[in-house]
């Protein structure tokens, strides 16, 4: 689903999503997707600030505000945990994490190119022509909207962006290679580095990920690997907050 907005409601509608496609005919939604409902909204909440950094999670209160159970809330909690968006201690329960310092940024974007850049190599032969109109499908639909400084506004570009790279990254189909990717939690915790600013060099993006694309469908390995290179050592150079944090090693590495 896609976050809306509006006035306070009870069930899936509470958490603020657009449920209403669903045929009401069908079984109840399955814990699963109300856990993943349930997960979307709260790290709604802690990108745009309702929830703040340190701020401890009370989870029957937190179940009560969204109109479900707390069995969706802890495992909505537990995932979010994983990501590094709340942080989990033994009898103290779950807090807003701490938001991303300059140094975390930069280790956060040096392990990407390690993982990103691996998954590439590894898994360059199982580039399909399918796969690379799935990325161009997702680059076109970045291409063609347009994004406000909100989180609300650029939510949309979150997924597509997310989608895009994690593609690449389950290129080797190695389980372990995607699971240290999703622990990185690159795409839950960087947006609130973004809310109040919004995706301002998104032109910037759709060109870079347009060199991808066109590598990976003449299946050039090296020049696949140095567009996506670019690409993530360009947007770190693009962060405000670089300068504050301590050298970034690959712009050592090219100057």
Avoid: C
């Amino acid at each position: 689903g896609r976050w809306r907005g509006g006035a306070p409601r009870r069930g899936p509608a509470a958490l603020g999503w657009d449920v209403s496609s669903l045929d009401q005919t069908r079984a109840p939604l399955r814990k699963a997707n109300l856990a993943s409902l349930a997960h979307d909204e709260i790290l709604r909440r802690i990108t745009v600030g309702e929830l703040r950094e340190g701020e401890k999670i009370v989870l029957h209160d937190l179940a009560r505000s969204l109109g479900v159970s707390p069995i969706p809330i802890r495992e909505a909690l537990s995932r979010l945990s994983a990501e590094r968006t709340v942080t989990y201690e033994p009898n103290r329960g779950f807090r807003v994490a701490p938001a991303l310092g300059p140094d975390e940024v930069a280790d956060l974007f040096e392990a990407r190119l390690v993982l990103e850049l691996g998954a590439l190599e590894v898994g360059m032969a199982q580039v399909t022509d399918a796969m690379v109109a799935e990325l161009s499908l997702i680059n076109d639909r970045i291409r063609r909207r347009s994004y406000g400084p909100r989180f609300e506004d650029f939510a949309d570009f979150i997924l597509d962006n997310a989608r895009f790279h994690a593609i690449l990254v389950g290129l080797p189909g190695n389980p372990l290679v995607q699971e240290a990717y999703d622990r990185l939690g690159y795409h839950q915790r960087i947006p609130r580095t973004m809310h109040g600013r919004g995706i301002v060099d998104a032109a910037r993006i759709v060109e870079e990920h347009d060199a991808i694309v066109a590598a990976l469908r003449a299946r050039d390995r090296d020049g696949a690997r140095a567009a996506l290179r670019a690409h993530i050592v360009d947007a770190y150079d693009r962060l405000p907050m670089r300068e504050a944090g301590r050298a970034f090693r690959p712009l050592q590495a090219q100057a």
